[in-house]
DNA sequence: CGATCATGATACAAAAAAGGTATGGAGATA
DNA sequence: TATCTCCATACCTTTTTTGTATCATGATCG
C-alpha cells in the first residue's frame, strides 16, 4: 500500500529532479530512495520519472501526481491543525440552549465574549422553554445550557454565572403602578401571570414561596406556556406578573416594573454534561469562571 | 510520521466504533490495531477516541480528523486513478502547433476526432508561422506539430498525415480568371505573391520548382510574413498566387480559384521529438495512424 | 578515443517497524 | 460477587525498511 513516506520521498525527488540530492535532503542514503520510488512506481503501475544520464525528470503522468500528492501532504498537515484546534477548543462547535429569560440577561455578554475569544467555533444557540433544556443537554442535544439553577442533578455539572431579582410588572392603569410603596401583602387577592411549575419549576417556585412567606396564598390567574406571553398578558391587564426585572428590556411601554420588598432572587447556572468532553465547552466553561472572578 | 495506513485504521475504527469488529475487517488482530491507534493520537498530540467499555467513541477533534481522512484517503486514490490516466493518455495536456494552411485541411479533423475519443485530454492548439514549428516543437513548448514536411530531421519524428494540391488564386478581374484552360506557362511574367523561403520553405520551394519545370524563373513582386495575407493581397489586386487549394474555404467573394495542370503538391506531417514521453502524443499518433489506413 | 566521473540500480546484511499470541485491567451485567 | 466484554500491555516473530558495498551506463575531458 502507498505510504506517506513515499509520497514525502517522491515530491522531494521530483523538485531537486535529482535522487542522490533527494536523499541527502530526506536524511537517508540513496538505494532506499531509488527503491522506494520504485515501489511507487509499481504500485501505481506508473512510470513517475524518465531516467537521465544526469538526473530524472517527471513524466506527464508524474506531473500529474506530483500535484497531487502535493496538496494531499498539505492536506495531511491541515487536518493534523485541524484536530489539534478542535481539541484545544480553538474551533469546531459548540450547541448551546438557553431559556428565554436568560437572553435579557447573562446570555449575550457570555457568548459576545466566546464568539470574540474564539472565532473559529461555531456557536448554535437556541431558545427552549426551560423545562426541556435539562433533558436535551443529558440528551446529548446540547453540549450546555444556560437555564435557572436546578437542584443537584447526577451527571450535571453546573456553574453559578449570573443571578436577578424578580421585578413586579403592572399595567400602565394598575394601582400599584403608581403606589408609593409597594409590601409583599399588596399581592394579595391580585391576579397572577405566571409560569406553569411544568414549564419553569424554579421560577413558578420562586413567586410562590414569595407569596407564603408573605402570608399568603397566590391567585394565579392564568398559566403562560411561552415565557415570551406573560408581559403581554400583564399589557392586555388581564393580570400582574413578577418576572425577572431584565425582561424590563424587552417590554412594551405601556406596562410598568415596580421594584418589590426582599424581592426573590433567581440564579442563572451553566450546565453540561460532566461526560461531554468537547474542548470547545471546557474553554466556555472557563471563560464563565474568569467572568465571575475578573 | 503519520501513514496512510493508520488513517485507514483510524477511519475504519470510527466508522465500527469498536477497536475489535474493525480489527476483523481490516483482516487484522486487535492489539496491533490499538497499538496503531495509539501512536496516531500520540503522534497528533490529540485524544480521537474516547474509550467506553463496550467500544469506542470519536472525541470531537476525532470527528473533524475523521472527515479530513476520508477526503484524504478519497483524495489519494482519486491521485492514483489520475496518474494511471494521464500515462495511458487518456487525460492530460498536449500541445500542439500548426500552421495556418493546415487550419483548414487536416487540423479540424484530426483534432476533432482526438478530442471526441480523449475528452479528458485538454489541447493547446496553437497557430505559429511554419519557419518557427519545428524549432519550438525541439525545444519542448509543443508537444506535435502539424506542418509541411521537412527534410529529415534528427531527434524529430515524422508522419503523413495529408496531401494537398497547390491552386492558382487570381482576382475576379484578371483574364486567368475566366480563362477556359490554364497551362503552367501562363503563369510566366505574372506578378506572384509569395512566402518568404525563411517562413515557409517547403510551400515556397514548391511554387519556385513548378514554375522552373514550366520553364521560367517566378517573378514574385511581393512576400508575406503572415499567410493569411497572401489571398488578401490577390484580392487588391497586386498579384496572383499558388496556395493549397483549402485556402478557398476562408476566402473572399472577389478572388477566383483555378485548377492548374500537374499542380505541385505538398505533404503535411504531424511532427513530434521522438524522446517525448507524454502519453496523449501517443494517442494522437495512433489516432493519425488509424485515420490513414482506416 | 579511452579513462574518468556522475548517476541511478541491485545485492545483501542490519535495524526498525508492524503483526500475532497470551494476558492484564476496568467497567458493565446478571 | 462472578463473569463477560472490551481495550491495553508484554513479548516474541515476521515483514519492511534502511545502510554499505558494488554494478551498469551514459557523459565528459584530456
Redesign the interface.
Known amino acids: ?5 513515499q509520497l ?1 520521498y517522491f515530491v522531494t525527488v521530483a523538485e531537486t529532479q535529482h535522487v542522490g540530492k533527494a536523499a541527502e535532503l530526506l536524511h537517508l542514503s540513496q538505494p532506499p530512495l531509488s527503491r522506494q520510488i520504485s515501489l511507487l512506481e509499481q504500485e ?5 520519472f ?1 531516467r537521465h544520464p544526469k538526473g530524472v525528470s517527471l ?7 506530483y500535484q ?2 502535493k ?2 501532504l498539505a ?2 498537515a ?3 491543525r ?3 484546534h ?2 484545544e477548543g480553538k ?3 459548540l450547541a448551546i440552549g438557553f431559556m428565554m429569560h436568560a437572553a435579557y440577561n447573562v446570555v449575550p455578554g457570555l457568548t459576545k465574549a466566546f464568539m470574540q475569544q474564539y472565532p473559529q467555533v461555531s456557536l448554535r444557540l437556541q431558545e427552549v422553554i426551560p423545562a426541556d433544556l435539562l433533558k436535551r443537554v443529558q440528551k446529548g442535544d446540547f453540549d450546555a445550557a444556560i437555564m435557572l439553577k436546578p437542584g443537584p442533578v447526577t451527571g450535571i455539572e453546573q456553574l453559578n454565572i449570573g443571578q436577578e431579582k424578580l421585578a413586579l410588572v403592572v399595567p400602565l392603569t394598575h394601582p400599584l403602578a403608581t403606589a408609593k410603596n409597594i409590601r409583599a401583602k399588596d399581592l394579595d387577592q391580585q391576579p397572577l401571570i405566571a409560569t406553569p411549575k411544568e414549564v419553569a419549576p424554579e421560577l413558578r417556585g420562586a413567586v410562590d414561596e414569595y407569596c407564603i412567606q408573605a402570608g399568603f396564598t397566590p391567585r394565579v390567574v392564568l398559566e403562560t406556556q411561552l415565557q415570551q406571553s406573560i408581559v403581554s398578558f400583564v399589557a392586555e391587564e388581564l393580570g400582574i406578573a413578577l418576572v425577572p426585572e431584565a425582561v424590563k428590556k424587552a417590554s412594551p411601554a405601556n406596562v410598568v416594573f415596580r421594584d418589590i420588598p426582599k424581592a426573590p432572587r433567581v440564579d442563572y447556572v451553566l450546565v453540561w454534561r460532566s461526560d461531554n ?4 465547552l471546557a474553554r466556555l466553561i472557563e471563560l464563565a469562571q474568569a467572568r465571575l472572578n475578573p
Open positions: 500500500m502507498i505510504d506517506i513516506r514525502n501505481l503501475g506508473v512510470a513517475l524518465i513524466t506527464a503522468a508524474g506531473e500529474q501526481f497531487d500528492a496538496g494531499l492536506g495531511l491541515q487536518a493534523c485541524n484536530a489539534q478542535v481539541a474551533s469546531g462547535s468532553s468537547n474542548p470547545a
